[in-house]
């Protein structure tokens, strides 16, 4: 890791720390292996003018001096200095962010940093002090710094953190207001004070992040790596399918089925008749976590349960199910998740599900306004504080909130689809089939309109949606035995539905393929699908299935 010098303000290298060893190579400033010393290290929002790396290693530190970001920058080495520290880390300036490489090795190994620092200083650069924590603060009167994703684990990894203003004046420590700091960010104070964080459950930790903000969204996910300890590949421009591959990569590493323990309060009072669409087990954001805090602090494993494996089909898990009476359907049930929920023990969280086969085995979720609570009740009709087996059948449990009894519990491992409908079925594509009866050098395709969609290698043109299947959606242009031709094709919609057409021109040399296509104007009432002959060569089209999807098949025929 690079650390900042708080007496010289000169970037210097360490390399004791796994992955930076990867730096030792020529042309790099490194001279020699050296261990990391004690060292300080910042927790602050970011703001415009920021000090780089590049800023850093500039030999006229003259311009950068006068951005906004050096005075931070030096009020916090002079801080780290007056107590007792040579070496202090900011992610502005210790990181090389042009190099993408250095940045992942950076954020996967962010959260050691904080953990293994001697001193971290949390400067509040909106806060004049003292450190706000009383209750019915809103976010909006809150300093930024307790709003922002990336604070999160900065908060809680390191063992010590000092408060700071914006004219760094002390606000006091993590420990000195550990209750107060849990209330208003609702992190458990066992995790303030240095817990084991696999002790609490997935869905407990997503809640802590569910109302903070970052800059991109991919940063919402990996910013969350080291609170869950994994690692992950960097793929800035995937936005929040970041978060769904977090929790495919939680789910490798853990059995908490709380993980599925979501809802969207923003469906609440609104849910329609039939549930509304069907969603997948992943929450989309961690935002969806809001109301998790009610679920059970402390995961327990279940030793012989299936683990959940995740496909590009969804999630393949073991749950207890139950046929939903009350819905008037034979496709819904509820589904009971292992984690406890609520202030009476042996409540477990229940989800909806909605069979979406005639197999029976694949499942979306539906009715994502609420978490259910099932719990085993007593003669008496209290709940059984001793709870249930869910991975046991169950003769019957009662929905604490509504008080309505649900019979014949059985486990079952089902396939959960996580986007169910989100891909739909591509339109059929056109394939260009070669002549038979001519050899395959004969034959060649010189070009092809919109070169975007089409496949050079299996001379298929295939349309990325249904608006992409236009009229006019294609065309190329084909050399057989010496000859330029220009094939076009499209499907025009009619009251029978669409209907394919192709039709084939002799180049004349004078106009490119792109000019022809703008100018052709179609002619759907030829016959065989509006297809053109020329003296040496046809051209027709038809829809057929090809290793069973549908294709629209354009086979050439000479005469």
């Not at 006091?172 to 696999?198: F, P, Q, R, W």
């Not at 393949?316 to 406890?340: E, K, M, P, R, Y």
Request: charged share 20%; aromatic share 10%.
């Amino acid at each position: 890791m690079r650390l900042l010098n708080t007496k010289t303000l000169q970037i210097e290298q360490f390399t004791n720390h796994g992955g930076y060893n990867t730096l030792l190579k020529k042309g790099s400033d490194l001279t020699a292996k050296r261990p990391t010393p004690r060292y300080a290290i910042l927790s602050h929002t970011w703001g415009e003018g920021e000090i780089t790396f590049q800023d850093m290693r500039a030999k006229d530190r003259s311009a950068t001096m006068k951005k906004c970001g050096w005075k931070k920058l030096e009020d916090s080495c002079r801080r780290a200095a007056t107590d007792g520290f040579r070496y202090i880390w900011n992610d502005t300036c210790c990181i090389d962010k042009t190099s993408s490489t250095e940045l992942a090795e950076a954020i996967n190994s962010m959260f050691q940093w904080y953990r293994e620092s001697a001193l971290c200083y949390a400067f509040l650069e909106d806060c004049q002090g003292p450190l706000p924590y009383k209750t019915g603060s809103s976010s909006s009167a809150l300093p930024r710094w307790y709003t922002r994703g990336w604070t999160l684990q900065e908060l809680i990894a390191p063992k010590v953190v000092h408060f700071y203003s914006k004219s760094w004046q002390f606000l006091g420590t993590k420990d000195d207001h550990l209750a107060e700091l849990s209330m208003v960010t609702g992190i458990d104070t066992y995790a303030l004070g240095g817990g084991d964080l696999s002790r609490i459950s997935v869905a407990r930790r997503m809640s802590w992040v569910a109302n903070r903000q970052t800059t991109v969204a991919e940063d919402m996910a990996y910013s969350l790596m080291g609170i869950f300890n994994i690692s992950m590949p960097l793929l800035y421009g995937e936005g929040i399918k970041a978060f769904t591959r977090l929790q495919e990569e939680i789910m490798q590493e853990t059995d908490d089925q709380s993980v599925f323990a979501w809802n969207d309060t923003d469906m609440r009072g609104t849910r329609r008749g039939d549930y509304g669409e069907g969603n997948g087990l992943l929450a989309p954001t961690p935002s969806f976590f809001a109301s998790s805090s009610s679920l059970a602090k402390l995961y327990i494993p279940r030793p012989g349960r299936r683990q959940t494996t995740v496909t590009s089909q969804g999630a393949v898990v073991n749950l207890l199910l139950c046929h939903d009476t009350s819905s008037g359907s034979n496709d819904i049930f509820f589904a009971i998740l292992d984690c406890q929920v609520g202030h009476i023990p042996g409540v477990l969280a229940g989800i909806r599900l909605k069979r979406t086969d005639a197999s029976g085995n694949n499942f979306s979720r539906i009715d994502t306004s609420q978490i259910f609570q099932f719990a085993r009740v007593e003669r008496d009709e209290s709940v059984a504080i001793e709870g249930f087996d869910p991975t046991q059948e169950q003769t019957q449990l009662l929905e604490v909130t509504s008080r309505a009894v649900f019979r014949n519990w059985a486990p079952r491992t089902v396939r959960v689809l996580q986007a169910p409908g989100s891909q739909p079925q591509l339109p059929p594509g056109f394939w260009l089939v070669a002549p038979q009866n001519v050899s395959s050098s004969a034959v060649s395709v010189q070009a092809a309109y919109p070169v975007k969609l089409w496949d050079s290698h299996n001379w298929l043109m295939q349309p990325p949606n249904s608006s992409s299947l236009t009229p006019k959606t294609g065309a190329v242009q084909l050399k057989l035995n010496g000859k330029q031709y220009f094939l076009i094709f499209g499907a025009a919609s009619t009251r029978q539905g669409l209907k394919p057409w192709c039709a084939l021109e002799q180049s004349s040399g004078r106009i490119s393929l792109e000019q022809w296509f703008a100018q052709f104007k179609a002619e759907m009432d030829k016959p065989n699908g509006g297809a053109r002959r020329s003296p040496d060569i046809d051209a027709t089209i038809r829809l057929a299935k090809v290793s069973g999807h549908d294709m629209y098949v354009m086979q050439l025929l000479t005469r």
